[in-house]
């Protein structure tokens, strides 16, 4: 009983077949932070392009 436990737990330690789906998941995980960083300071962007360009209309309109 003892060696068949033995051996059970030296196949469990060099079974490798979950470390690819582990690895996947880091690998998804780090495009996604990526991802939201490019997202948000493309969207602080625009907001200041998008305020620019209200200031200038405002400022370019003829006073009624």
Not at 3 to 32: N, P
Request: no cysteine; aromatic share 6%; charged share 15%.
């Amino acid at each position: 009983m003892h060696m068949k436990l033995k051996t059970l737990a030296q196949r469990f330690i060099a079974d490798e077949s979950g470390l690819s789906a582990v690895e996947y998941g880091l690998l998804a995980a780090g495009i996604a932070v990526g991802l939201w960083t490019i997202i948000s300071q493309m969207g602080t962007d625009l907001r200041a392009i998008f305020t620019s360009v209200k200031t200038d209309i405002a400022g370019a309109a003829p006073a009624a």
